[in-house]
Nanobody, 125 residues
């Protein structure tokens, strides 16, 4: 299984970015897949997920600004990020379920064990 993120970069506050995560060896099915981020000195946190029932969940800090989606034909997961803030600066990772993986409260019945290499998002003027 390989997950590869694209689309990070430097953006000014208020700007937008779209992250993509292409998968090989894994078929996205809107179950227990999602986006996570880790800022320097902080723990990795879940940002947006499809939970175990396929319901989309967002962290409170990104609700109304970020949108997770999936393109079945391209087997790609997306994260549309709008109204970006300096506090959104972090390394962003996509992840998919795997037995024995890591628990995140945003998708409590999922365990995330397949991870991409990350893409850096920096929000700064």
């Amino acid at each position: 299984v390989q997950l590869v993120e694209f689309g990070g970069g430097l953006v000014q506050p208020g700007g937008s970015l779209r992250l993509s995560c292409a998968a090989s060896g894994y078929t996205y099915d809107r179950i227990c897949v999602g986006w996570f981020r880790q800022a320097p000195g902080k723990e990795r946190e879940a940002v947006a997920t499809f939970d175990s029932s396929g319901t989309i969940r967002y962290a409170d800090s990104v609700k109304g600004r970020f949108t997770i989606s999936q393109d079945n034909a391209k087997n790609t997961l997306y994260l549309e990020m709008n109204s970006l803030k300096p506090g959104d600066t972090a390394m962003y990772y996509c992840a998919a379920r795997k037995i024995g993986g890591t628990f995140y409260s945003l998708a409590p019945f999922c365990r995330f064990g397949y991870w991409g290499q990350g893409t850096q998002v920096t929000v700064s003027s």
